[in-house]
């Protein structure tokens, strides 16, 4: 599965109350707390604006899946 970070859609916005400084400043999972390898995966953001990340196994679990019937379809196929 591919991850788009930029994507601002699917992002879920996460109370900070109930997460630790590393997990705050994007340097540990929002979800398992691992902090090595270094999270990539943009999965929410905080109140304040700041991104939280998530490792791509935590983030395939808690990002919704795709409808099983919806294709994207390729930029040469969308606009011809």
Not at 9 to 32: H, K, N, S
């Amino acid at each position: 599965m591919h991850w788009r970070p930029t994507a601002t859609a699917r992002l879920i916005m996460f109370d900070p109350e109930g997460l630790t400084p590393a997990q705050c400043e994007g340097d540990a999972c929002v979800a398992c707390h691992k902090r090595w390898p270094r999270p990539r995966v943009r999965i929410g953001r905080l109140p304040s604006e700041a991104v939280v990340l998530a490792c791509p196994d935590c983030a395939e679990a808690l990002l919704p899946q795709r409808a099983g019937n919806v294709y994207p379809l390729s930029r040469s196929v969308a606009f011809s």
